[in-house]
Nanobody
Framework: QVQLVESGGGLVQPGGSLRLSCAAS????????MGWFRQAPGKQRELVAF???????NYADSVKGRFTISRDNAKNWMYLQMNSLKPEDTAVYYC????????????WGQGTQVTVSS
């Protein structure tokens, strides 16, 4: 059974930091690249950070230098450290496995809301 559970979102002022967590089922996590996606109101869901099973990372230009993705392969957890947050980072953040740059599972978790506002 596919399971994705995101947590750690909240309301933060511009310039602040948050750390998101993702718990994934082993069948989806093990051996797969994993990614953090976000969806802002009225916009399409976009991939903002990606990490391979052997810990290589890639970031969207909009978050490069501010966000750091990591994963714990022993526990099937993934994280997103977000620093220097901007109002345009406001979105619901989701995690999923990634294959060929696309979400690997059609099932999504509930996401976690990140709001950056003064």
């Amino acid at each position: 059974q596919v399971q994705l559970v995101e947590s750690g979102g909240g309301l933060v002022q511009p310039g602040g930091s948050l750390r998101l967590s993702c718990a994934a089922s082993g069948s989806l996590f093990s051996g797969n690249g994993m990614g953090w996606f976000r969806q802002a109101p009225g916009k399409q869901r976009e991939l903002v950070a990606f990490i391979t099973d052997d810990l290589s990372t890639n970031y969207a230009d909009s978050v490069k230098g501010r966000f750091t993705i990591s994963r714990d392969n022993a526990k099937n957890w993934m994280y997103l450290q977000m620093n220097s947050l901007k109002p345009e980072d406001t979105a619901v953040y989701y995690c999923n496995a990634v294959r060929n740059g696309l979400p690997a599972s059609i099932y999504w978790g509930q996401g976690t809301q990140v709001t950056v506002s003064s």
